[in-house]
């Protein structure tokens, strides 16, 4: 693995800010979001009697991840808009029909659902009360004029993710495993498991990815998003493996592996994490340094975005799609692991970038958007 790491030796190192979150611009995929974000002018006071509403899945506003990042959407249209917002947040699938019925009958203009798990519950609110307007986040099912999807193709940061784990790994073994078998985390592996594959073709080298095998779709699952002690137990498996780059998608799950990563580190070992859907460096609130990078799913613009739409009376079903052209995904800046991460690699990750948006490299993944 060192011999590998020596092919980045000399490159112009740019920063690794380079690789951090870029504008929400919605290019071919939506309007993009307007430069006023008070909605084209519109003052607080006429948007008053708007009510902006959401539902958690059954992770909570709470999960570091990708409920709390977009209930943040919500509350940035709140200040930006002047709105009135209302939130439901499910402590269990049962808990999904109630909270939507609850988020309608109070009269809100747009319910946002949170998750592919959501999906069937949206659609029978859609179908019964075609007047209201829904976005959904992670599932493009849905045909109704009143449903917005916003999905991701997380693959493709992933890609880079996973490339960057296993230009990084000293053992030459990385992980990932997953909260549920779903199409929104196997997106995430699949990706990852391409950047690691792509690294092995291009260096000769010989990285193995252990908890996810994407021919045959099978790989380490906790089957749910709250069981953290599954998550660090999994991660400690893995670790004892020879594993020191492991990435959970499993929301707050991935607690338990930010738990069990520290552990190893205190215990003398180079261990280190990739978080999804945020920031981990800015949102997980432990192990920051332990943090490799983020694959983040920008979902606080996007949802503010779909607000204003709907607010200005431009509320339409296109589905908005996230990808590294329009910025909706992301990797995140290396933050106290940059002076880990050779210059060299923070070129080549964005010319890996440049590569995927120009098609060059198409990153596959049987759940990415079509």
């Not at 916003?150 to 784990?165: H, V």
């Amino acid at each position: 693995m060192k011999n590998s790491l020596r092919k980045f030796s000399r490159g112009t190192g740019l920063s690794a800010a380079v690789l951090g979150v870029s504008a929400l611009v919605l290019s071919g995929c939506g309007a993009p979001p307007a430069e006023d974000s008070a909605g084209g002018g519109a003052s607080a006071e006429a948007n008053s009697d708007y009510l902006g509403c959401i539902v958690s899945d059954s992770g909570g506003f709470d999960d570091r991840s990708f409920n709390q990042s977009s209930y943040e959407g919500l509350k940035k249209a709140e200040a930006d808009l002047g709105i009135k917002i209302n939130q439901a947040e499910s402590q269990a699938e049962t808990d999904f029909g109630p909270n939507v019925d609850t988020m309608v009958q109070g009269g809100c203009n747009l319910t946002v659902t949170v998750g592919f798990l959501l999906a069937d519950t949206t659609k029978a609110a859609a179908e019964a009360n075609p007047e209201s307007h829904f976005a959904i986040i992670d599932d493009n099912s849905i045909d109704l004029p009143n449903v917005k999807p916003i999905i991701y193709d997380t693959a493709q940061a992933a890609f880079l993710a996973g490339y960057a784990a296993a230009a990084t790994s000293e053992t030459g073994k990385v992980a990932t495993y997953g909260g549920i078998n779903i199409p929104t985390v196997t997106i995430f592996m699949d990706g990852f498991a391409e950047g690691v594959d792509h690294f092995n073709e291009e260096t000769g080298g010989d990285v193995q990815l252990l908890g996810w095998d994407k021919e045959s779709q099978n790989g380490t699952f906790v089957g749910n998003f709250e069981d953290a002690a599954a998550g660090k137990t999994n991660t400690q498996n893995f670790i004892n493996e020879g594993a020191d780059v492991i990435m959970p998608v499993a929301g707050p799950v991935g607690s338990g592996t930010l738990d069990a990563v520290t552990e190893a580190n205190a215990a003398g070992k180079d261990v280190k994490a990739v978080w999804v859907d945020s920031d981990g460096y800015e949102t997980a609130g432990k192990a920051e340094e332990f943090i490799l990078t983020s694959v983040m799913k920008l979902m606080g613009g996007a949802v503010e975005d779909v607000v204003s739409a709907d607010v200005e009376g431009t509320f339409d079903s296109t589905p908005y799609v996230g990808t590294l052209e329009n910025g909706g995904v992301a990797l995140a800046p290396f933050h106290d692991q940059e002076a880990n991460v050779p210059a060299d690699l923070q070129t080549k990750l964005d010319e890996l970038k440049d590569q995927i948006i120009s098609g060059e490299i198409t990153v596959e993944s049987a759940a990415s958007p079509k």
